[in-house]
């Protein structure tokens, strides 16, 4: 098996392949005002929430990836979102660490929206999307 197609026994639950968790959430963040750092997600009067909150209007990296997963709460997605935060890792080119490295990457100051769109289209095509 190549590398972009390796087994995962994560690969398919939530109801959503790793490649349809990272579109949907860079299609959650693709309107830059949609994106925020210093929280998972905050709501529209800027209030930190939940990514599954309801009142969920914009979110960091991180808190998509678990929107677009389905949250943390559903049977086996939080191996799911591990898996994403992976492949977000790799484009990184950091590997894993006892922190979340796509938390670090997205509140970092210097990070911009379009550098985060660039990891997300990095990590797509590393799992085979185009």
């Excluded at 750092?37 to 309801?54: M, T």
């Excluded at 677009?68 to 559903?74: E, L, N, Q, R, V």
């Amino acid at each position: 098996m190549s590398e972009n197609n390796h087994y995962s026994p994560y690969s398919h639950l939530c109801g959503k392949s790793v490649e349809e968790v990272l579109r949907a959430a860079r299609s959650l963040l693709s309107d830059e005002c949609r994106w925020t750092k210093g929280a998972h997600a905050r709501s529209p009067l800027g209030l930190p929430v939940d990514a599954c909150h309801p009142m969920a209007s914009c979110y960091c990296l991180q808190g998509a990836i678990t929107r677009a997963a389905g949250g943390t709460t559903a049977p086996g997605c939080e191996g799911a979102i591990s898996e994403v935060e992976g492949v977000v890792a790799r484009a990184l080119s950091l590997g894993f660490t006892l922190f979340s490295p796509s938390q670090a990457f997205n509140d970092d100051p210097e990070t911009t929206h379009e550098q985060v769109l660039a990891v997300l289209d990095e990590a797509i095509e590393g799992v085979g999307g185009k």
